[in-house]
């Protein structure tokens, strides 16, 4: 089963605009992940943020992490046509499931970027 | 540098057969893992391996195998095929550290399509 949960399921936006995505999970974590799919594609990462990090930016990403709520937001700033995508956050450690070397996905958010 | 490689994309079978898929980690890398994607369960960790050991395993029953050789390439096979093992599956690799540690680099995936 799935560490946690993201919000929204899906999103709409106009290019241009900026994308927030949040991301809620439920035990301790080493690191968290961001991960973008382009339709039932392979994954690609985006970004990782360790523990004991609270912002972290990436050219038009920037990820926040707050332990003390167990949550992470992803946003994108000036989004493109082409960020249309499925965007999942992974968390690793933690005591969740035993084996703690691994990445549990969260449910993950369809963004639409509307040229 | 060529990225992870999966064969074949695109695999029909009936049920009851079984089913090997590869997966091709970067030059270099030597953890590979293997994740199943299903519209209902989402991504969910099969197993990991490092030099030919399973360091890590998820929560699939005993006919989800894999292996990895000398060059790291690896395996893995699902035996007595059910309908609900139609997914997206996807190995990922990375040096030697796991997502613990590093980032994951995933395949394009393999389709399977169990009739």
């Known amino acids: 089963s799935q560490q946690g949960e993201e919000d929204p399921q899906a999103l709409s936006i106009q290019e241009g605009e900026n994308a927030t995505m949040n991301c809620s999970y439920k035990?301790?974590?080493?690191?968290l992940q961001w991960y973008r799919q382009n339709s039932g594609r392979g994954l690609v990462h985006l970004i990782l943020i360790r523990s004991n990090e609270r912002e972290k930016h990436s050219g038009r990403l920037r990820v926040t992490l707050d332990t003390s709520k167990k949550s992470s937001s992803l946003l994108i700033t000036a989004s493109r046509a082409a960020d249309t995508a499925s965007y999942f956050c992974?968390?690793?450690?933690?005591?969740?499931?035993?084996?703690?070397?691994?990445?549990?996905f969260g449910t993950g958010t369809l963004l639409a970027v509307q040229p | 540098k060529a990225g992870v490689t999966q064969t074949p994309r695109y695999l029909i079978k009936t049920r009851g057969q079984q089913v090997t898929l590869s997966c091709s980690p970067i030059?270099?890398?030597?953890?590979v893992s293997w994740y199943q994607q299903t519209p209902g369960q989402g991504l969910q960790f099969l197993f990991e391996y490092f030099s030919e050991t399973q360091r890590n395993k998820g929560n699939f029953p005993g006919r989800f195998s894999g292996r990895q050789f000398s060059n790291s390439r690896s395996e893995m096979n699902v035996s007595t095929l059910e309908l609900g093992d139609s997914a997206l599956y996807l190995c990922?690799?990375?040096f030697g550290g796991g997502p613990l540690q590093e980032t994951q680099y995933f395949g394009p995936g393999t389709r399977l399509l169990v009739l």
């Open positions: 990922a690799s990375s």
């Open positions: 992974a968390t690793v450690g933690g005591d969740y499931g035993g084996a703690t070397n691994k990445l549990i």
């Open positions: 035990t301790s974590i080493n690191n």
């Open positions: 030059s270099g890398h030597r953890s």
